[in-house]
């Protein structure tokens, strides 16, 4: 058990819907990161919070957001939503210090089904 | 910019037979290398990690990993293959900058047969 808790574990959906998942990092760590992991594009980095500031974005659509909330819980909205973005969503969590070793706990992911 | 390159999308290996995952780096600085494993229906977990100390790495389960810098490589190997070793394997690089976020390699799924 990683200490990462992901909600939901899985959810089914229309297109043009939108959804929102949840993540509770493991105790103190003050950064969040989101991953979706499909079949074509492999695990992508979307966004990085830290101590619910943004950190850094990577290939996360326009309707896509992400924040990060006072006690450090994080959600992921996906609005708009496309057969395409029918995904695994990865939460990772970590300590960030001066000298990070970029080790990043997983939860067990939000599987997203997109019909 | 950081990236990783799983040479193998696939590796069949036979129970107690030697594995050997195979990753290309390509970075800039000296960078912070990780394999992570994903079991079916899992997360990911770190198998292992090199930031810079010694080159040849251990990590959990068995499983070790050799820094080569003239080679830009990290193999992952492990001398003898269990059933519970299959898995999908990432090889990962850590960004260099304030981020420190992840750059996953594309995976090498491990098929071990009895």
């Known amino acids: 058990d990683s200490g990462v808790t992901q909600t939901p574990k899985h959810l089914i959906t229309a297109t043009g819907q939108r959804v929102t998942l949840r993540c509770s990092p493991r105790s103190g760590d003050l950064s969040v990161y989101w991953y979706q992991q499909s079949l074509d594009q492999g695990l992508q980095f979307l966004i990085q919070y830290y101590n619910g500031e943004e950190r850094a974005k990577g290939n996360i659509l326009e309707r896509f957001s992400a924040q990060q909330f006072p006690d450090l819980h994080s959600e992921l909205n996906l609005s708009s939503l496309e057969l395409g973005d029918s995904a695994l969503y990865f939460c990772?969590?970590?300590?960030?210090?001066?000298?990070?070793?970029?080790?990043?706990?997983f939860g067990e992911g939000s599987r997203l089904t997109v019909l | 910019a950081q990236s990783v390159t799983q040479l193998d999308s696939h590796v069949s290996v036979s129970e107690g037979t030697p594995v050997l995952l195979r990753c290309n780096y390509s970075s800039s600085y000296s960078p912070s290398l990780f394999w992570y494993v994903q079991h079916p229906n899992k997360g990911l977990q770190l198998l292992l990690k090199y930031t810079s100390a010694a080159t040849l790495v251990k990590g959990i389960n068995g499983f070790e990993a050799e820094f080569k810098k003239s080679e830009t490589s990290f193999h992952l190997t492990k001398p003898s293959a269990h059933m519970s070793d299959a898995a999908e394997y990432f090889c990962v690089v850590s960004e260099m900058d304030s981020s420190y976020k992840l750059i996953f390699g594309s995976g090498t799924r491990l098929l071990v047969r009895p």
């Open positions: 990772a969590s970590s300590v960030r210090t001066g000298k990070n070793t970029g080790e990043l706990f």
